[in-house]
């Protein structure tokens, strides 16, 4: 597994449905080789949850490559970051044992910041779309509002934020986003960026160096492929770019540096929020894989709507993504079910005709009735010498198959050791 991370360039390790896949377990498990792990865009909408040993650890913002002491850990300009967030998960980290000095961890002056007037705006809008039934379900971290601003030019970046006198003279400004600037969430967030201010650097140039001094360097990618907000349900989506050929840009990366493309998908599927969902389960079938795969949000607790997995979505993110392998996760989960459902085509519901593009309008999506094929289940993921269930490996090879893309990794549990490696050296 060694070899997926090449000397002096980029893997990039990328959601490949709606979030939630597990990114976080795998860059974990990939970055005890690694230089330096890089976050490249979304905010604290994201939560990566990775278990060591029965221990519990979380993370927001920060790359999961924290865990391990010998990985620096960036954040790029392409990344909204809520100070008050930031300050308080470094706090945590730090509480947990991990080494979170400013020579390791390195955020760049140039990310956005997230103001409280955001995180208003994102829950009004979210109220006034309720209204008229067409909610998103947004983690009501303030991220679509702050990457508009940023469209808009109007957010402050973090470099301007630790400047002397700049947020109070901002809070008076009369700026649309000084509302909520309140004295005192005034003062907490003037403390948090002060906070900040060491970790604050030219990351792009960094990274550079990094790469040129040899380095094994990470993407890891927030959200997923179907949460683009070009590629994705629009819009039922996330406000950033998730898709491969954006994720260097978020850190300031020449997209030459980049050797290797990753997709993380689960052996079936979750979705937080509202939205398209081909193969979506519901009753006990639904309660079953989430109550087994604990599957309720990192971030907002919110249970995850359960599906099957969707070859369609997956083959179409392969070729947006140019995914070189495939991790597929949460095997373990399934064990048990005697048969497995595949989304293997999209009809139209009105004519009942298979579509043969990818739908392209909200229209489109809504019209959909997904061809759920099966297969064979199996009882245990793996025997008592980690191999792969022969059943679980013909499903795993099915997968392959239908993708045109190698599956180099099944993890078979939550905890890091818990897989099993395939394809690779
Ligand atoms: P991320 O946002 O893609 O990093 O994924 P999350 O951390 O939000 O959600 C994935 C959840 O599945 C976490 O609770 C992980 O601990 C857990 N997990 C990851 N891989 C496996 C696996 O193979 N089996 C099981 N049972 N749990 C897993
Ligand atoms: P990780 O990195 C799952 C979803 C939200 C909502 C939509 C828009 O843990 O995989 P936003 O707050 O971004 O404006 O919400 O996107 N969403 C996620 N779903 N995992 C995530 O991140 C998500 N980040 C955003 O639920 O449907
Ligand atoms: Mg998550």
Redesign the pocket.
């Known amino acids: 597994m060694r070899s997926m991370l090449v000397p002096g360039k980029a893997t990039c390790i990328l959601?490949a449905q709606?979030?939630?896949?597990g990114?976080?377990k795998f860059v974990d498990l990939l970055a005890q080789d690694a230089d330096l792990v890089c976050r490249v865009q979304?905010g604290n909408?994201?939560?990566?949850t990775i278990w060591v040993s029965g221990r519990k650890v979380v993370t927001h913002l920060l790359p999961s490559g924290v865990l391990h002491p010998q990985c620096e850990v960036a954040i790029g300009a392409g990344v909204v970051v809520d100070p008050l967030v930031l300050r308080d998960e470094i706090l945590r980290l730090k509480e947990q044992g991990f080494d979170l000095a400013p020579e390791r961890v390195h955020i760049d002056f140039r990310a956005t910041a997230i103001l409280p007037a955001h995180k208003a705006q994102?829950l009004k809008r979210e109220f006034e779309r309720s209204q008229s039934g067409t909610a998103?379900?947004?983690?009501?971290?303030g991220?679509?509002p702050a990457y508009a601003s940023r469209a808009h030019r109007d957010a402050p970046r973090l470099g301007e934020c630790i400047s002397p006198g700049y947020l109070e003279h901002f809070a008076q400004s009369g700026h649309p986003l000084a509302e909520g600037l309140t004295p005192e969430t005034l003062a907490e967030t003037m403390e948090a960026c002060q906070f900040l201010r060491p970790y604050l650097k030219d990351v792009a140039m960094l990274v550079h160096n990094r790469l040129n001094d040899g380095a094994r360097v990470m993407i890891e990618?927030?959200?997923?492929g179907l949460?683009d907000v070009a590629y994705g349900t629009y819009p039922?989506?996330?406000?950033s770019n998730l898709v491969a050929g954006s994720c260097p840009g978020g850190i300031g990366m020449p997209p030459t540096k980049v050797a290797n493309i990753i997709g993380v998908t689960k052996a079936y599927a979750t979705?937080?929020?509202?939205?398209p969902f081909p193969g979506e389960l519901t009753g006990a079938l639904e309660e079953g894989i989430r109550e087994r795969g604990h599957e309720f949000?990192?971030?907002?607790g919110?249970s995850?709507r359960i599906g099957w997995l969707d070859l369609v979505a997956l083959r179409y993110m392969a070729c947006v993504n140019g995914y070189q392998s495939l991790a597929l996760m949460k095997s373990d989960v399934l064990s048990g079910l005697t048969d497995i459902g595949l989304v293997t085509a999209y009809k139209d519901k009105r004519t009942g005709e298979l579509m043969n593009g990818w739908p392209m309008t909200a229209v489109a999506w809504e019209n959909i009735e997904p061809v759920i094929e099966f297969a064979q289940g199996w009882q245990q993921v793996v025997d008592s010498k980690n191999n792969l269930d022969p059943v679980c490996e013909q499903f795993v090879q099915r997968i392959e198959n239908w993708i045109g893309v190698p599956v180099s990794y099944v993890s078979t549990g939550a905890e890091r050791l818990e897989g099993v490696w395939r394809n690779v050296r």
């Open positions: 959601g709606f979030g939630d896949e990114k976080g979304g909408n994201a939560g990566h994102d998103i379900g947004t983690t009501g971290r991220i679509g990618g927030a959200q997923g949460l039922y989506v996330t406000s979705r937080v929020g509202h939205g949000g990192s971030t907002t919110r995850r």
